[in-house]
């Protein structure tokens, strides 16, 4: 590879990792991630959706229809 060559995909590739957050010193690749934790935004989307959605697919109603018990 030429310096010509090297420079531009340096360039290039400085462009393109422009936006990638740095790491912390110390600290791995998962820092950035939340592996267990679910936040709190979810359990509240899930809850309006069924309210809205009663009869959606997966929905609270949905399973008690799809496996209610023959009596």
Same mark, same amino acid.
């Given at each position: /590879? !030429? #310096?010509?060559?090297?420079?531009? $995909?340096?360039?290039?590739?400085?462009?393109?990792?422009?936006?990638?957050?740095?790491?912390?010193?110390?600290? +791995?690749?998962?820092? =950035?991630?939340?592996? $267990?934790?679910? #936040?709190? !935004?979810?359990?509240? /989307?899930?809850?309006? =959706?069924? +309210? !809205?959605?009663?009869?959606?697919?997966?929905?609270?109603?949905?399973? +008690?229809?799809? =496996?209610?018990?023959?009596?």
């Amino acid at each position: /590879m !030429t #310096p010509q060559e090297e420079y531009k $995909f340096e360039k290039k590739a400085a462009r393109h990792f422009r936006s990638h957050q740095e790491l912390p010193l110390g600290r +791995d690749w998962r820092a =950035f991630r939340y592996r $267990f934790d679910v #936040p709190a !935004t979810d359990h509240e /989307m899930q809850s309006r =959706f069924d +309210d !809205t959605f009663p009869g959606a697919p997966l929905s609270p109603g949905w399973w +008690d229809r799809k =496996f209610k018990e023959v009596e």
